[in-house]
Each structure stands twice: as structure tokens, then as C-alpha cells.
């Protein structure tokens, strides 16, 4: 048995290396909600920015940029430094996506609006319980009291979706187990692992 693990080490290590390589990508602990925290999250509202963040408390203690794992109550904070846009009105929708890049009717797709005000502390955090998965987009449009200037954005996001990222983390673990099968069969035809396995088709 020392034997086989020995030989067999390298490719243990290899896979650990790929799946490691996986699950602490940036991009995917930015996506796929690995514990990580990006507090910038913005969202462009044309020559502004607020910044975007999801979670899910009841669930667990990620915050969430583009990705909340699982439908259910949530929690969806914006937060505006700039002071122009403190002093607007604020109109936010969530509105079921049509796709990846924000598509969505901000009249015909809401699922969720709160009333329009302004925050004059620049931050509103309210709940959103996600019946269904799937696209959705925060949609976000600012105006001041006469009407004269506004700022639109739009951030899209999923909710209950597997990410590119998650799904090439399962490709990695599924390709590691291959390799470790492929590896374990070739030695234990060479009658190296130390041990037989019975021939049940023999009989007595």
C-alpha cells in the first residue's frame, strides 16, 4: 500500500493543484460567492457610480456581486458616495432578466420596487425574496426634484444558477477522479497495489 501511494502522489497532487487552481480564482470567488468580498461591486449610472452588494444571512455570510447561490429571502444594498446623487430621488426595481447582459423591461419584467425617495445617507438596504431562479437585474434610475438630470443603471446579477466557474470546478473534480480511477486500475493490473481483488465470476 506504501507502494501505491507513493507512485500514485504525484497525480494526487496534481489534482488537488487543478481543483485548488478552480476554487480560488478570483474571478470565480468574485462570481460564485467563495467567501469573498469585493466592496466595489459598481454600478455605472452613466458618469456616477453606486456600488451593488447581495446576501443571503438566513443562508450564510457571503456577499455577492453578480452571483446569489440559492432563491430565497435576500438582502440587496447600494451605497452613493457622491452627494448630487444623495440629494435625487431614488426609483429601484428589481426586474426579471432576459438574459446575461442586463435585458429587461423596467416597466413590464419588476418584481420588486421600492417607493421613490431620496437617501440622504447615500445607502438603502431592503429585502427580496427570490421565488424562482434565474436573470435578474437591479435597475436603478435617479433624478433630481425638478426633473432635469437623471442617472440610469442597470446591474445584472443570477440567483439559484450554477456559474461558469462552479461548473468547471465540477469538471476538475470529475477530471481528478478519472485520473486517480485510470490510475488505481493500471497498477492493480500490474499487481502493484499490494492486494488482489477476488475473481467472482470463479466458482467452487
Known amino acids: 500500500m506504501r507502494k501505491f501511494l507513493f507512485e500514485t502522489a504525484p497525480l494526487l497532487a496534481a489534482g488537488v493543484l487543478l481543483a485548488a487552481d478552480v476554487l480560488f480564482a478570483p474571478r470565480a470567488a468574485q462570481a460564485a460567492g467563495w467567501h469573498y468580498y469585493d466592496p466595489e ?8 457610480t453606486m456600488k ?42 428589481i426586474l426579471r432578466g432576459k438574459g446575461p447582459n442586463g435585458d429587461a423591461d423596467p416597466e413590464a419584467d419588476v418584481v420588486g420596487r421600492l417607493p421613490i425617495q431620496k437617501f440622504r445617507n447615500g445607502m438603502v438596504n431592503f429585502d427580496q425574496n427570490f421565488r424562482e431562479p434565474g436573470a435578474y437585474v437591479l435597475y436603478a434610475k435617479l433624478t433630481s426634484d425638478d426633473g432635469a438630470k437623471s442617472f440610469v443603471g442597470r446591474h445584472p446579477f443570477s440567483v439559484g ?10 469538471i476538475a473534480f470529475a477530471v481528478f477522479a478519472v485520473v486517480v480511477g485510470a490510475a488505481t486500475f493500471a497498477l492493480w493490473r500490474q499487481g502493484k497495489l499490494g492486494f488482489k481483488i477476488p475473481d467472482f465470476s470463479k466458482t467452487d
Do not use: H
Open 41 to 48: 461591486c459598481p454600478i455605472a449610472l452613466g458618469e456616477k
Open 52 to 93: 451593488f452588494v447581495a446576501m443571503q444571512p438566513k443562508k450564510n455570510i457571503d456577499r455577492e456581486c453578480v452571483a446569489l447561490p440559492d432563491i430565497g429571502p435576500s438582502v440587496i444594498v447600494l451605497d452613493a458616495s457622491d452627494n448630487e446623487l444623495r440629494d435625487m430621488n431614488w426609483d429601484i426595481r
Open 161 to 170: 444558477l450554477v456559474t461558469d466557474e462552479e461548473l468547471y470546478l465540477y
